[in-house]
């Protein structure tokens, strides 16, 4: 048995920068943070040596372990409270601006690149705003400070680092098992590393912090012990990948467009997400086996291609409720398909009824940046009404992004998001059980680095 003060379940953004803000403040409870992972110097994916996924157990190094799926994202930063979740409706979007700035300012201590991605250029700007409004579309001008995939691993140590010396207790390859509950208040938590060895700590306040790859397992605790939530969303779409020249003038002016759109004839949300000039489309495993695409970009190491995602929101109304489940079966449909592997096709052949073969793709001027992405048919696996979304949609685009829409532009499956359903809370991260808390995309209140992290700031002054 530990005792302690507060227990972290997670070493994200979320949790990393509650421990931060906690000592910055001048706290000295005693913190410990409990992560299934490996530490970020101890993460590699031999993907890079090995040239293909090599599915690695207990879990994958691309999406677990300190700093969870940041290290090996793009690293960017969203400075805006527009984008990044709905932590603004909890907090009040003045108070979130306020937190992100001063937590941008704290990334830049530990080395984050000074340049700022998408600002000025405002005649260009309003020059594809006027075009994505006549598509139909509303374009979210985001000012980004893109870290860089080895930028971000870099921070991120330094920031490990710091926890240490601040005396912070990181236990690596311990997961979460069960919550520690006296009635309506929780106590703690039990945990166990991979030889089965268990571990009780005992805190005054337990906060789950474990992202999006904790989305499922949160949403089975949160059903186990009445911990007040209700259905959240999930994203399902795919990851589109082009030449670098057809989005050469949005890369150079805005970085990363953020077009929304609600196309008919559903009328769903669809929204591009992480755009990475430059490029490369990654794969990451979860721990059900799933593999899901990704993308992501160096500062130096540069592809001829920009890859982003689409995505497509599904809200589910009652009586269905397993919205992280039926996202789940579309993932392991497609993976079927691609015996395991990621699925791609050009997207003149979905319009065309065909499969796309991998003679079709070494013509092709677009050069898949995921070598071992299998070529086939990702409409066998995608629902109608999100196929549907996604063409409508990638039309749209084409009236901003001229070219976007070409017979060779690249479509990889399945890209998908998983959002915790989202727990009920007060402004000061309070659950209906007394003492737990939860943080970042696991919590469903945040999407993506920066919010998650300033999510993370905010409880740590809470707990001061």
């Not at 409870?29 to 690695?56: A, F, L, S, W, Y």
């Not at 090996?72 to 527009?82: H, I, N, P, R």
């Not at 359903?421 to 995309?441: E, I, S």
Request: proline letters at 4%; hydrophobic letters at 35%.
């Amino acid at each position: 048995m530990k005792k302690c003060d507060v227990v972290i379940v997670g070493a994200g953004p979320a949790g990393i920068f509650t421990a931060l803000e906690m000592r910055r403040r001048g706290s000295d409870k005693k913190i410990i943070i409990v992560e299934k992972g490996q530490p970020v110097e101890k993460r590699h994916c031999p993907k890079d040596k090995t040239g293909r996924c090599m599915n690695c157990k207990p879990y994958c190094h691309i999406t677990t372990g300190f700093s969870g799926a940041g290290a090996f994202s793009d690293g960017k930063l969203s400075l805006s409270y527009e984008v990044g979740g709905d932590l603004p409706e909890l907090i009040t979007p003045a108070l979130a601006q306020e937190t992100i700035d001063y937590t941008d300012s704290i990334y830049l201590e530990f080395g984050a690149d000074e340049h700022i991605e998408g600002v000025g250029n405002s005649d260009e700007v309003k020059d594809i705003r006027k075009r994505a409004i006549q598509a139909g579309l509303k374009l979210v001008d985001c000012p980004i400070r893109h870290l860089g995939t080895e930028r971000a691993q870099q921070i991120y140590f330094e920031i490990e680092q710091e926890l240490v010396r601040q005396g912070v207790e990181l236990l690596f390859g311990y997961a979460c098992d069960d919550l520690i509950l006296d009635g309506d208040v929780c106590r703690g938590i039990r945990a166990s590393d991979r030889r089965g060895e268990s571990l009780e700590i005992e805190a005054g306040h337990t906060i789950i912090a474990t992202g999006r790859r904790g989305a499922d397992w949160l949403e089975r605790l949160c059903a186990a012990h009445h911990i007040a939530h209700k259905p959240g969303t999930v994203d399902i779409g795919v990851r589109v990948e082009v030449r670098n020249e057809v989005m050469e003038m949005v890369n150079n002016v805005l970085y990363e467009s953020k077009l929304i759109g609600y196309p008919q004839p559903f009328k769903n949300k669809v929204r591009t997400f992480c755009q990475n000039p430059g490029g490369f489309v990654s794969q990451e495993n979860y721990d059900n086996d799933l593999a899901v695409v990704n993308g992501h970009s160096y500062k130096e190491r540069k592809s001829n291609n920009t890859n982003l995602a689409i995505l497509v929101s599904h809200n589910f109304s009652e009586p269905f409720n397993q919205p992280i489940a039926y996202a789940q079966k579309v993932g392991e449909l497609t993976n079927m398909l691609g015996d395991g592997h990621i699925l791609v096709q050009r997207f003149g052949d979905i319009l065309d009824g065909k499969r796309t073969w991998a003679k079709e793709l070494s013509h092709s001027n677009v050069v898949p940046t995921l070598p071992d992405a299998v070529a086939g048919d990702i409409t066998s696996a995608m629902p109608y009404r999100a196929m549907v979304n996604i063409i409508n949609f990638i039309q749209a685009v084409d009236h901003v992004v001229p070219g976007f829409a070409s017979t060779e532009t690249l479509l990889y499956s399945p890209e998908l998001k998983f959002y915790s359903n989202r727990v009920r809370m007060d402004a000061d991260f309070n659950t209906n059980v007394h003492g737990l808390h939860c943080l970042g995309d696991s919590s469903g209140w945040t999407r993506g680095l920066m919010m998650a992290s300033v999510m993370g700031v905010l409880m740590g002054r809470k707990l001061v």
